[in-house]
């Protein structure tokens, strides 16, 4: 029962699977096999992915949009459960479109600092593929219950990743929490999916869990009844939050946070890429797509008090970060505080934040996995992470300084960086606010509530400067100590490729952000009119 | 599309670029050459400047029609969000044109210089791409159309700021100087950036020409009332925008980064000072003039709120800066004071509405203070000269053990002018140009550039104070007083560095074998073997000294193209700079009338300041150890007698400008600097650390504990509940036996 197939989507979501497999199928001592299989699996989804979204049509995507329809384009649509109303249904909008790009390219770069991984690396291999298989699974689904199932998909070789090859300190507590708080968060999501899945279909008499038709269903007014017959609660603002929240674990929202600085640090240098960079955007994709997209009046209802724990977010990782010892822990709760800013951007709820969060999404995504490569390639050498041990490391490894600083010039919104192009527009339509008034009257009617949100959000900023300096002058500038690291290699033609790589698109979309703004920008128009700004 | 670069509308793009372009090679293929390195950056900034001037002469002759209305610029969209464009463009305009005649010329002087004063150093390469990006940044905000990539070149020179004055990073203090000033910048960099972005969601665009020569659009800013603390949004976006300036051209309470900022190399020194950095922070307020004037009539009396913050701050500034230079041993450090005080100058002149007067002293500053600057770079390397010499053969060492970290009070030995003294002989040219330099600076009449433009600026205070504005009489009463601070500092500065004997065995070895002298390079011309032989040198000698002579140049002459057309003689002039100018602006400001009161309080203030100095460090300069040698070459009678004659020098020393030492040294350095601004920014910064400690306990123990709680209580329930779980069917039956008979119990009440 094929509608429709165009066979790119599902290349990219099946070869990491297919690599994985020929991986295990490889003889023990093939390592070197292994690795390449892996790399030329991830780059050929990587030219897959640069295809999409080079040719992605932003004209038809906002036809779409100002005709009120969904859009998805390279859409494969094949029909699979169809007594449950599921189907094999993959197709990349807008927003999509970026994140598969950044997947790829985090896990690209991921298969390259790796190569000197000697440690079970076949099994290493395989199940980092399959974790990209499953990032990329939840981007690239239409059908929720394929993006339900990636979701879930990605978490188990995370929780093995972390468990076998992590730091041997924390590997199991962390692996455990991380697991833990994913699973309820998704678990607590999953019972949301179910209820506009039987919402829609009593109203509709289809049931499916094709975004589409749930999509229609919410156009027409399924989820805006009362989830209660006698109670004016809806089922858009009873179950907007645990949609969202339930999700937002894996975006890191406060005080949902704490599984992900653990699962960081504890995970090995590819993992904490993929983790931070990636997995982290998956959570606030799904909150996006299937809460406030299929939700808009819940989204209304929730997301002005939400966007106070997006700003608790900001701050708060931001103060933690600043007195960490640990330099993987630093970057951990940068982390924290960027997605901060991704919330804040979503409860903008008009085009220009909620740009910006994607925005931020791509370059949180690629400056974060550039940050955990260049901390990985200082770990491999000096052995400790304690900052006050470390020190003139850009005499030794200048490359790395220099990719770590300017990533830390993105992460402080420098201009002229991805950081700031995706920054500014947050905090712009942060001050704008949503074209209507908040639920609460209090809200508006003291003072300008999003404006001193704006303010204190820029708070965040001055203190990333502050803890990014900090990390930049403990390990790069001062002194090199030579007794203690008197044997420093130099870093590997993999790596500078890697770091390369990522660093090419911090300025590429710094200098030019119109690569990725129009594109965006489509993918969020139909979100923002259905919340009426 | 078809684009003639040479067009004045497309030119600036290529102004701004060369450098630009010069950094992205060093950085990414020259760096392992300091020759292909410096080549490139040479070509880039000499580019800049040819293009600089072709533009300055199209804007010039363009502007024979009808002045300043021709603009030129050209702009491309950047990111368009919804209905939100944001653009990229150059406008060339009068204001711009001038900033053009400054910028890539001292960027180019001090290019030249670091040449010479670099050469030694092993990161070369480095320091010129840095530079580079450096000058590219202060060109793309000269040039920029739009408040956006003004903000662009304004962020990207603070990184350059953070890189170059900790260029030297294996030093901790540099380092830390380095951060202290990023991050104090970027205190005022946000506040300004919350600015931008009001701005914008307000007007819907930031270009210059859509907000600056629209008064429609002014006037919606004022109407509208601000969303916060009150007031019209026009004022709260100009003083959001007036605190970005607060930050950058480092005025009081956020001017401690800069006297630090001298942990850089010397020419960093000179480009910060001049050229870039704290030149942009005026030059920002200045171009935003008309919006931070907005719905205020200052032409009679009525100030706007940003105006009467930089009148207030701008003039305090000037006075406690100056007051705090003459307290300073450290030669950069007096320097960087009068720096501060000299902008403060300006920030304060547009607050009473002198607008040209600051755009003109801004320039003239920027080639004095860039001199200055080289000068004592020279200075410095003489005396690190002598000091090593003095260090190998034992004679009076320095003082103090170089702190590890930035410590206030600590004054590097070379930088120390106390230890100085007598260097005039092995630094004619050196000292002369600084001499020029510093009357610029000190404001001597007719002859210097300052003396114009600071002129200028009281003169306006002047106007306004007979019109009897408040805000008037304050400045014109703090900048008068900081006049004549200027005058006397410069002097003791100078007097104590080259007058008199060497004091100390540095100074006496000072330069010695060193580059600088211009006998070398003569004694070479006429073929005689000259003292110093290496021929690399006297190259050296030549970078360091040709930029030190057009600065000179420009340092005297740059004021004649600003005076009053009613000055007796030299007014025949015409004052071409206001005309020029004023076509920047809508409304065209009026020359004020020419008064002779304020013309003569200036000179009277500079010659004043200049004459307590030279009575003081000029006439006895300071000997060794004190002991004066007139003394016994006349005897103890006649020398008494002078003694008595010297009365009121005693009288001066003991009771003005001891307690005046006293006050600037102890109170305001080491109580109010030191403890209080110091002290609160700290007390800040330590708020901060134990919040983000506190959040951190608050992180493991109240969300981790309940966190991991749960799991745990849950395991903990288990392992009770495991217990039970005997394994003794004896125990399993007895239970069993205990619920059938509950149960039963239940069921026997239930239906009974």
Redesign the interface.
Known sequence: MVITFSGVLTGILLTPIVAAVIILLLKDESKEQARIVAALAIGFTLLLALGVFFGYNVDEANAAADAGDTYFAYEDHVKWIESIGVSWHLGVDGISAPMVLLTSLAGFCGVLISWGMEDRTREFLAFFLLLVAGVYGVFLAVDLFVLFFFYELSIFPMYFLIVIWGWAKTREYAAM?LT??ILIGSVVALIGLLVLYFKAGQATGVYSFDFVDLHAAAQAGAFDTPFFSGSDATTARLWFPAIFLGFGVLAGIW?FH??SPDGHVAAPTAVSMIHAGVLMKMGAFSALRVGVQLLPEGAKAHLPWIVFLALINVV?GA??A???RDFKYVIGFSSVSHMGLVSLGFATM???GM??AGLQMFSHGVMTALFFACVGMVYDRAHTRDLPSLG?F?HKVPLVATAFILGG?VSMG???LSG??AE??V??GL??GPGFLPDPGWLTST??YY??I??LA?LG???T??YI??VV?QVF???YNEERFPHVTPITLYDKIALGLLMFWLVLLGVY??LM??MI?SGV?PIVSMLGG | MDINWFDADYLPWLILFFPLLSFGIIVLFTAHSRILSQVVAMTGVCVAWLLSMIEFIKVVWASDAELGKEVFGSTVDWMTLGVSTFKMGVLVDPLTAYMLLMVPLACLAIFVYSLGYMRGDPHNSRFFGYISLFAGAMLTLVLADNLLMLFIGWEVMGLCSYLLIGFWSHKKSAYQAGVKAFMTTRVGDVLMLAGVGYLFLETRTLSFRDILYDEAVLEKLVNTPSVLFGGSAAALIGVLLVMGTIGKSSQFPLHAWLPDAMEGPTPVSAMIHAATMVSAGVYMVVRMFPLLSAGADFHNGDFSTPMIIMGLVGGFTALFAAVLAVGQNDIKRILAYSTISQLGYMVAALGVGAWVAAAFHLVNHAFFKALLFMCSGVVIHSMEHGEQHAAEHGHDPAPHAEPDGLVMDYVAPPNDVLRMGGLFRKLPITAITMAIGGLSLAGFPLITAGFWSKDEIISEAWHGTTEGYPLALFVLLVLATAALLTAFYTARMWFLTFWGKPRTAAAEHAGEGSQVSWRNLWARLRRRPAKATDPGEQLTALQMEIPLLVLAFLAIFAGFIGVHTDFPLLGDLDNPLHEFLSGTLIEHPPVIDFDWLPVLVSVALALGGLAVGFVLYGIRPLAKAQVDPTERALGPGIWQALQNRFYIDMLIRRYVLRPAEHVARKIVIEDIDKDTIDGVLESVAEGFIWLGEAFKRFNTVVIDGVGDGIPRAIGDFGSWFRQVQTGRIQQYLLVVTLALLIIGALFLIQVG
């Open positions: 929490k833990l708080y005080p704490n599984w708060y103060l933690i600043f007195r960490q008009n085009v220009t740009t910006g003139g850009v010039l420098m201009p002229g700031f192009v500014f527009p905090l712009v001050w704008k003072f300008n404006g001193t704006a303010l820029v900023i001055i203190i400067a502050a300096l900090r002058g500038f001062g002194v952000p119109r703004t129009p920008e128009k």
